[in-house]
């Protein structure tokens, strides 16, 4: 399996932009989480998908932030309008879920607004 | 907020020396995660321990798990260059394990 894939992997925009972030999971993984990556707070939860239905989305930090999962092979995160406060690296990951496990993380976006 | 801290927040030693990181956390846990990153990549995991285990042994590194102490410490013997890179515990609740929480990290760095 290639494992988790994320586009695009590095994205520069103008503030008040739309981003849209891409995340693929491992075949077969039901399980799909969204997490952001800064020097300040650490890795943060933003959102996690369970069968492609939203679970948890308590980290997502406002309204600009929104997430999909229109199947089992694809979610986006998308951030309308962007800020340069949202600049950060954003990690899509998987899992099997049904036992303890292990999450796959993609490589991430590496978001910069500007 | 982060469930787990990790000490020290940095560490640097020679290589062929030991690194010992140490993961404190909050609430009840079923399983106990290490995760490492390299600069510029996303996390892979090392090793996980469950809550009823209190050590558990993969080539060169050593974790052990007190529970009473919430805590946890990862061992990596023999350090080599490449194991440079941020060292992440995650934790997974009692009441599920498809939701892990990350600590702040541990940046590990090994001087040749």
């Known amino acids: 399996d290639a494992g988790v894939i994320q586009s695009p992997r590095h994205e520069v925009t103008e503030m008040g932009q739309e981003v849209t972030l891409r995340c693929k999971p491992i075949s077969g993984h039901n399980s799909l989480f969204w997490y952001r990556q800064t020097m300040m707070r650490g890795l943060e939860l933003l959102i996690y998908f369970n069968n492609n239905v939203p679970i948890d989305d308590s980290g997502m930090p406002e309204d600009r932030f929104s997430a999909k999962m229109p199947n089992a092979s694809f979610s986006t995160l998308k951030i309308q309008p962007s800020e340069p406060r949202d600049s950060a690296v954003y990690f899509c990951?998987?899992?099997?879920?049904?036992?303890?496990?292990?999450?796959?993380f993609g490589e991430g976006s590496w978001l910069t607004v500007v | 907020s982060q469930q787990g801290e990790e000490d020290p927040q940095a560490l640097s030693i020679q290589e062929g020396e030991n690194a010992t990181m140490n993961c404190s956390y909050k609430?009840?846990?079923?399983?106990l995660q290490w995760y490492r990153q390299n600069s510029g990549r996303g996390l892979v995991h090392l090793i996980l321990i469950r809550s009823n285990e209190r050590e558990k042994h993969s080539g060169r590194l050593r974790v052990t798990l007190d529970t009473s102490k919430k805590s946890s410490s990862l061992l990596i013997t023999a350090s080599r260059a490449a194991d440079t890179a941020s060292y992440f515990c995650a934790t997974g609740s009692n009441f599920g394990n498809e939701k892990l929480t990350f600590g702040t990290g541990t940046r590990l760095t090994i001087i040749p």
């Open positions: 609430t009840s846990i079923n399983n």
């Open positions: 990951a998987s899992i099997q879920t049904g036992f303890v496990n292990t999450i796959y």
